[in-house]
């Protein structure tokens, strides 16, 4: 059933700019409440070294796509004003502040308080000024085996330009003084660290002094950058890394073949627009503007660091490092029970629809449903959608069986997902190549939605039939996110959501119009009308004195419309509560305008990432689990579903596990305020702890009855 007309587009006017919330400075928010995770003494020391890695390497996205956005339209004089009614220069400059503040807070962290207690624990970082003779010998030994033979310095001339430096690569400009052996003496080179070599490699022990040594990489070209340039006089060695805009310009009503274009233009990701130069401390005056002016940067986006430029790269350290007591402790997924029972996952499913609880639930099931179908000789034909999945797969590689078995197997991948793209277009090649019916989606449209459904042909008392298996998920086909982002996924072989799915996957694959669906919300056809819909049902519901209740979880909460229906929603009475992990544009708790509604945000030991729909509706309390977020590109851009939890038991379980325990977090949560900053909940007395991850991981565990 279609929702009813909604005078959506006089709403988008009805709320001024100042009841909106910036974007970007709500993603430097976001940033912020991860950081403190790494700023937290009560977290194991070595997850607080990768919770300050994850800061760099969403600022690292955040420069790349948000602040390249901004430069963007400030290069192109653009007028438009983003909902919160900031021109692009007054959010770059603010963006700008907030980004130079956090990172100087990031190396402060690093360098006075996590590497003094790693050194506490026997975990340490060798300066090159602490060298002992025998670990300088052994490094100048790698240095020279390992290093040497893949550098290639380039000295600065008329025949040696500046080169083209790669997107967030690692490299060092050096002062030098003196003649070459051709009678030159620019005095500067660039060398570059290519990308095969560790940033950080570890030392034996008995020469590291302790358990676990480690020395930068930065810190050995340092060391014997002066062996690159025989017979002349290093005077400085800088470190330097440019973060470039990254976003793919295609433009798909111009294009024949959306993969050969995308493959062509992946090239260049790594060369497009400088937006940040960052640079060690110690870089003399004159080569940060020689930096500055070759990039085409100004002051403003300069970042000095105390330390290594990319600390991405430490990432690595927690792995490689055998300390269980200094890292979250290990668990076990769970299993639902009558996956357990049942003598296979299609009579599991047909007993009756299964919810997956990721990563508190094992992805497993999902992976042995795919290979059941892969062996299975009734299942005629696979489909399935492709966002995210990475470069080595284990569901890639059934699909592929599959296709070489001669089932029918078709796959939309998904060609634009942003940082995926090369990894996909691999897959896609070798599924076209074992005659898989590979197809790129709708031009102008990413398809986001998670799905997969498999046709097997089955006895009944009217002789043999055709059934179809679904997976419904909010999370990706990706075996290693599972286990660190919060997802639910659905497996059920209900008749008409299996037919709505066939139906999305004929929109993908053909040709016609968009046909009713039974039950599922599909962007960009009715997924933004009936979210609005319901919002206004509720808003009804309390103006006629009925009970009204709105509980959403999402990532990011932007979308202007349909904020301005939740801002009169909470004007009618209605008690809202959102759980935005990351930017949130909507003001909570203003008199008159958003009193009733809360936003919290949940940053704990893994990624929430579930989105998850709940409306009182007069009791029936509806519950979709969706792949999409409240934003224009979620609701107009893309192709996404939101599917109903239709089985009442699952429902509660949603209800329960997905929303009332964040709810009721008051260890990892943060209360939004409504000018945009966030305060860490607190306990008070004796008020029991309650961690909503921390409590899942216990309900969930193998042998529960969930």
Known sequence: MSPRPSLLRSRRHSFPPENYLNRELGLLAFNRRVFAQAQNPEAPLLERLRFLCIVSSNLDEFFEIRAAGLKEQIKLNSSARSTDGKSAKEAYRLIADEAHALVEEQYELFNHDILPRLADEGICFLRRSAWTEAQREWIHDYFQKEVMPVLTPI?????????????????????????????????????????????????PEALAGCRHGFVFLSSILHGFVGDLFAGMEVKGCYQFRVTRNSDLFVDEEEIKNLRTKIQGELPQRHFGDAVRLEVAENCSPEMTRFLLEQFGLDERELYRVEGPVNL????????????????FPLFTPGTPAVLTKKPTIFSAIRAGDILLHHPF????????LLEAAVTDPEVVAIKMTVYRTGTDSVLMRSLL???????????????????DEEANIGWATKLEEVGAHVVYGVVGYKTHAK????????????????????????????PRTARLYTDFGLLTCNESIGADVNEVFKQLTGLGRAQALNHLWQAPFSLHANIVAAIESETRAALAGKRARIIAKMNSLLEPETIAALYEA????????????????????????SENIRVRSIIGRFLEHHRIFYFYAGGKENVYLSSADWMERNFFRRIELAFPVLDRKLKRRV??????????????AWEMKANGSYLRKRRTGKTPARCAQCQLIEALKPGSSA
């Open 155 to 203: 000295g600065l001339d008329p025949s040696h330009p500046f080169p083209r430096v790669l997107n967030k690569s690692l490299n060092f400009a050096v002062e030098l003084e003196g003649k070459d052996a051709f009678g030159r003496s620019s005095g500067a080179a660039i060398v570059q660290a290519p990308r095969m070599l560790p940033r950080v490699i570890q030392l």
């Open 312 to 327: 991405v790269r430490l990432m690595q350290v927690p792995d490689s490092v055998d300390r269980p007591d200094l890292k």
């Open 361 to 368: 639930q094992s992805f497993t099931p999902v992976i042995e």
């Open 401 to 419: 069986r599959a296709a070489q078995a001669g089932k029918e197997v078709t796959v939309v991948v998904e060609l634009m997902a942003r940082f």
């Open 451 to 478: 799905m997969l459904m498999i046709v097997r042909r089955e006895e009944s008392k009217h002789g043999k039939l055709l059934r179809r298996y679904v997976h419904l998920g909010t999370g990706n086909y990706h």
């Open 570 to 593: 909470s004007q009618a009475g209605v008690k809202i509560d959102l759980v935005v992990r990351g930017v949130c544009a909507l003001r909570p708790g203003i008199k008159g305008l």
């Open 655 to 668: 209800i329960s596990e997905g929303l009332q325990a964040y709810l009721t977090d008051n260890v990892q």
